[in-house]
């Protein structure tokens, strides 16, 4: 699979809605997308999802863009490449930088699965034809959470996400769990406890929760394993999997009951399927997770929710929860719970030129 060419380019655009946590308010959007070429024109697509500063991961657009440029296209154009699973050995001497990794990974598979006539997902043994789609509630206003509750079961939604923290958990899920008795509910804490919050974790223990998503350290394992065996709900490991070797180490320690993949976090397809293939064969639950991505990253999360691990309900919604207008045709779109998976070469979707162009802010060429 020769590579003529891998293009770089700056997209932006601003949320619909501001997406909060206690650690950033995000309202504008900004990834990379990597476009890689080939002798007969095709094209394969990547995006990279880092935030603009490094609240959530080190990485930033800035970072990731120049591990791109500097250091990951050079050296994969230099290099024979007849087979995407050789990226991984290629860049092994290129540590972490996970996120720049995925994105031209993403890129390359993608435009390999077109030059096979294959749907993406089916290259790594997915099957599904559809599958169940998770909301994320982030709001500050607990009426603005609720309102957006509604506005997901209208759609349908199977599986609610509530972004909490010390000073608003208890009230949040008693309000909510009023309303809504009965909807599957799990929260996200994004490392905002300690070890001394244990009496007050288990207080959430009394909210029917799904799992409760890194209540401790963004780089934690062991403590979890300690708050894991104090608390009857599961705990989802999130920013703690940045690996095969962090997931493999969280199920040695029982750190956590479920794990969920984001494919940008681990470094790409080859990460995440040796992941969901480790936990397959341990039995822990998994869904995928996202990243306030446009329609190619979450087209590629997409193909890899079609495995047979991804269980529970992932963070893939709507591609009009967030954007006006998404740089993919057809937009992703959740009915009745469930997104249609499609069944064209590659990633299963078209890319609005119009619309790329008219986010894009820079552009680059490498060769």
Known sequence: MKLTSITLRLVKAPLKRPFTTHLETVTE????????RDQDGGIGYGEAVPFSSPWYTE??????????????????LAFDLTHPNQLAGLWSGIRRNAMAKSALEQAIWDLYAKQEGIYLGKLFGGERTEV????????DHIEDALRQIEEGLAVGYRRYKIKINPA??????????????????????????SLSDVPHLQKLDDFQLMMIEQPLGHDDIVEHAI???????????DESIN?????????????????TIKMAKVGGWSQAVKIHDLCVEQDIPLWCGGM??????RAHNLALATLKGFTIPG????????????????????????????????????IREKRLDELTSYRAVYK
């Open 243 to 259: 690996s095969y070797h962090d997931a493999k180490s969280a199920l040695m320690l029982k750190s956590c009951g479920v794990i």
């Open 292 to 297: 306030i991505e446009f329609g190619i990253s």
């Open 168 to 193: 608003n958990d208890t009230e949040y899920l008693t309000q909510i769990r009023r309303a809504y008795p009965d909807i599957p509910l799990m929260v996200d804490a994004n490392s905002a406890y």
């Open 227 to 237: 708050l894991q065996k104090r608390l009857k709900t599961p705990i989802c490991l």
């Open 315 to 350: 963070d893939i919604s709507s591609s009009s929860r967030y954007w006006e207008s998404d740089i993919i045709e057809p937009e992703v779109i959740v009915k009745n719970g469930v997104i249609k998976v499609p069944n064209k070469p590659g990633i299963g979707f078209g």
């Open 132 to 139: 169940d789609a998770g909301v994320v509630v982030a709001s």
């Open 29 to 36: 959007r900004e990834v990379i997308i990597v476009e890689a």
């Open 59 to 76: 990485e930033t657009v800035k970072t990731c863009f120049h591990m791109l440029k500097d250091f990951l296209i050079p050296k994969t």
